[in-house]
């Protein structure tokens, strides 16, 4: 079972991953926390991606999709895989389905966290104190990321609608209420 979470920033995709993981035995994808252990460890991968990061602006496609696609064979053995912040283009959507195509895989379901600007605003600036983050501390930037998720991002509703594959809920609540959402859809859908 292939998944895809969507959502703005600070919608909860990081977190949600961390349950339906473990719950279905995937191997959970997020391309920013590799960007962010790149950073960490100064690789070039690291210095290349910082500047677009630090921004609030998307990575270039050529980096992300070369990353995604060395983590998918890094993890070759897995039951299946939880895409978390990728794709955020529609050229890494097409390039996503290629890549698994080729493996005989397919995405089964992509699920979109729905939550209110406001409350994001107030979500991220939050974790912006506890972890450091650049990205999450300044609202302009913030604001950038909100600009560049409706700009390149939303689109790719569109993309998996014409598939048959794309399901929201919101978002919004508790983290335990979210996810017990997310895990009906699932199990509604894991066949499909
Ligand atoms: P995230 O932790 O998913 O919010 O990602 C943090 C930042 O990493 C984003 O604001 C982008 O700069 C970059 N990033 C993560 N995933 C992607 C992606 N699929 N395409 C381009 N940039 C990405």
Redesign the pocket.
Known sequence: MNIVLFGM?GSG??TQANFIKIKYNLTHI????V??ENIKKNTELGKL?RS??DS??????EL?INL?ENKIEENTNSKGYIF??????IE?GIHLDNFLFKKNLSINLTISLEVDERILINRILKRGVESGRA?DQDKMKIRQ?FD?YNQKTSILKEYYKEQNKFFSISGQDSINQVKDRLTKLIDKHKND
């Open positions: 920033p995709k990081g997020s391309t920013g926390d960007f962010r991606a677009y990061i609030g602006k998307l990575v270039p496609d992300t995604l978390d912040g990728f794709p955020r283009t890494q990205d990321r560049e």
